[in-house]
């Protein structure tokens, strides 16, 4: 069982319960957490109950929709009811809400199976979700090396098929660099499409809620539950939701996708070169047009882009600084240097940063979409601070980062969808970027090119190994 | 002939010629100037020769509506084509540009005559009109006093009737001071209504385009003209433009008008307060419901304000600042100070900016408009640095802005109008701010006042001496 769709159908045909699903769940996170380091929470005893619930709830002929009893998990920076969300970090070690956040009281309305709340990087602010509090989260195709971050526990639990799908929250590519690592997909819609609602906050204006799951129908339909607007978050967009419905067959025929020709002037490791190059020639094969364009600098747009996340972090934690034994050395040192950036640094960010999205507006007239890398390398390991390639040293976070954080300053939706592996068996994204609120069209081209190539929702060697726990389920069943 | 509206009528019926009118403007600007210095540049021969054309238009049967042939004035900080724009300053001296700004594009498609390019404080960072490249712009009132600014010059031609409307510019009350201090009706319309493509910025978040004329209902038939999206300006509002059409008879019965309970603690110049109590209760007696509302405190709205547009000015000249000799030794201090402030302080001010506008979207629920002085004093003479009133002392640049700032801060639309003179003979202003994008509600309030009152339009001594060209105009129109 890969896809909420087809447990979805598999729920509806009573060839299963969501009881099972959940406890098969529970069991492989039993089983797998403890080398994963996914989840900081797990809610063994509600999840089961929700469970129990929706199978009484099936049995009645209510109907919630595709999540109804289906198991998912929660980045623990979403605000969960009764339970206590740490944002990795000592500061909420024990921060108990007592609401949701807008994400989550929309899962539960879809009837959704809440196991547990996700590992990442501290405070959401880094990339490797090697955290100090809560142990560093691996990554299930090498346990060696980090998941990406800072959602790097959904992707983690995502990948390993502990959850059919997570939410996590994208600041500089915290939803899609971590999806590209761990080989599912993961999407950050457009800035103000999904509430922020009950999210504990790194940066106001980059911010974005995102979804990992494990093919592009699935996030799709995800997506369509978790978009609108909501008036208690007021960066919430009242553009109207367009609905992707995906139907069996995505074609992308005459579609114009753009091959940035600023890729050409970046470093980027030679297969994930390969990989995307072969995408692009895939959506040729189905009738695309791949067209050169012309885009705005890249070292410009994540120079705007640190200066205003940096500011706005450093805004934002400036009234918890005094309490330095609650932060990791590493974070208190970025935090401390946002202090000195300068007003009009900032404001002059803020003004390339229009600017920039002027020049994107003009890219997106002669294109339907951008495709390029998610990430320049694949997962490194685990306490790797540099990557070499083509004979220069490179910071890992900014190799991973850099192809990522112009979507969120720019607030443009980007899905990161897997593409292939590296020899070392690494999953590579695929990043395809739209217009603001064309989320459909991305999906639409992802949904093509993961039909024609079927790298989605592939079980990394250490979640395939036989579960004792899932056999004797199937029994049961049957 | 004090309004617009009059002289259309006028001009309709023959009864005088736009030559004329033109002729009689650049006679008291001629007569007049040398005293108020209300003007960088007049537009003698340009002028006339539009005159001739709306004149001959006007027997063709043409008829561009109620500016058709009316002699105006525009800011030096809007492009006008094949003439300098200087914003009041020496790096501006030889700007000639061969575009004009969308509002003198509006108004020359409207018919008006252009007369000249009205002085301003320097670079528009500044509110006494005291220019030190063009020398400092007097007060009609009473010439050894400022007329207030940044928009002075705009101010002073409109009250000394030079000219019948003025546009100006408006990023902490230089549109509604000036108009305050001299007689004029005054309005900064939401942000975002007007186009501010053309117009030398200052300040990009804080920056709007405003309109000075005689009477309430000229000014509605400006804004008419004025406000709608202009794609050249990234600021613009998409939203529809609701316009105001001016009946005889403005009613305002049940309307419920805000009295900010902060204005009680504010120290406000008492003959001011006498004048604006005296409006509230003929605010009543024409039915309306005057309500006392909290609204949020008026020094962190200030202190926002004063952090957003040092930061933002400073931004836009960092890099004219090397060039010392071409600002006064006091605008450079005050750029040169801004260049101090953290990014994390305005980030700080941004996100007290929008707490504040969800606090007074509140404030709107519970009341249509608010109302209070425009100004603390009335206007102070040139020179004078410091204010006293209830035994303490106040920076002159602060008693003048801090009612005016707040509307800037939150983009909301703010009208000053004439609501009565000191003991002195000084002009007092009222000002009334309304929801965003409901002008057509603050009209409808000051144009009710207007009517009961009468103190828009007044002529000053110094315009009202006899004056030989228009009488010789007039004898030839009998």
Redesign the interface.
């Known amino acids: 069982m890969v896809t909420i769709l087809q447990a979805a159908a598999a729920l509806r045909a009573k060839q299963l319960s969501s009881v099972e699903l959940t406890d098969e769940a529970l069991a492989r996170i039993a089983r797998l957490n403890p080398k994963l380091n996914a989840f900081i929470t797990v809610l063994d005893d509600e999840a089961r109950a929700r469970a129990r619930k929706a199978d009484a709830e099936i049995v009645a002929g209510v109907d919630l929709g595709p999540l109804h009893g289906v198991p998912i998990a929660v980045k623990d920076v979403f605000a969960t009811k009764g339970h206590r969300t740490t944002a990795g970090s000592k500061l909420f070690f024990n921060n108990i809400t007592d609401y949701d956040a807008a994400a989550v009281e929309k899962l539960r309305k879809a009837g959704a199976v809440i196991v547990g709340k996700t590992n990442m990087h501290e405070l959401a602010f880094g990339i490797t979700s090697n955290n100090p509090h809560f142990g560093a989260v691996r990554n299930p195709w090498d346990t060696e090396r980090i998941p990406g971050g800072s959602s790097g526990g959904s992707a983690s639990a995502v990948a390993a098929h502990l959850v059919f799908m997570a939410i996590g929250s994208d600041t500089g590519g915290s939803v899609r660099i971590p999806a590209a690592f761990c080989g599912t997909v993961g999407i950050k819609p457009t800035f103000g499409r999904i509430s922020r609602y009950g999210v504990l906050p790194l940066d106001?204006s980059l911010d974005h809620v995102g979804i990992f799951a494990r093919s592009v129908r699935d996030t799709a339909v995800l997506l369509n539950l978790l978009a609108g607007y909501d008036a208690r978050d007021?960066s919430s967009s009242r553009q109207p939701v367009k609905r992707y419905v995906p139907g069996p067959e995505a074609k992308i025929r005459g579609l114009r996708i753009g091959w940035p020709d600023d890729l050409n002037g970046q470093r980027i490791d030679g297969e994930i070169h390969v990989a995307i190059d072969r995408a692009a020639r895939m959506a040729e094969n189905l009738g695309a047009v791949v067209v050169p364009v012309q885009v705005p600098d890249h070292i410009a747009l994540n120079a705007a882009h640190r200066?205003i996340l940096?500011?706005?972090v450093?805004?934002l934690m400036?009234p918890f600084l005094s309490q330095r034994d609650k932060f990791s050395s590493a974070l208190l040192a970025l935090l401390q240097q946002?202090?000195?950036?300068?007003?009009?640094?900032?404001?002059?960010a803020q003004?390339f940063r229009?600017v920039a999205m002027?020049e994107f507006a003009k890219v997106f007239q002669k294109v339907d979409c951008l495709i390029g890398p998610t990430t320049a390398i694949p997962a490194p390991k685990i306490d790797q601070t540099d990557v070499s390639f083509e004979g220069e040293t490179e910071d890992v976070r900014l190799a991973a980062t850099r192809l990522a954080r112009p979507a969120n300053l720019l607030g443009l939706p980007a899905i990161s969808v897997p593409c292939g592996f590296t020899q070392q068996g690494l999953p590579i994204g695929l990043q395809i970027t739209g217009r603001p609120f064309e989320e459909t069209l991305i999906f639409q081209v992802s949904a093509a090119l993961e039909d024609a190539s079927n790298y989605s929702g592939r079980v990394p060697a250490i979640a395939s190994a036989p579960d004792p726990e899932k056999a004797s389920n199937n029994r049961r069943t049957r």
């Not at 946002?338 to 002059?348: E, H, I, Q, R």
Request: hydrophobic fraction near 35%.
């Open positions: 106001f007021d200066v940096h500011s706005e450093s805004a400036k946002g202090l000195l950036l300068s007003a009009t640094d900032y404001v002059d003004r229009r002027q």
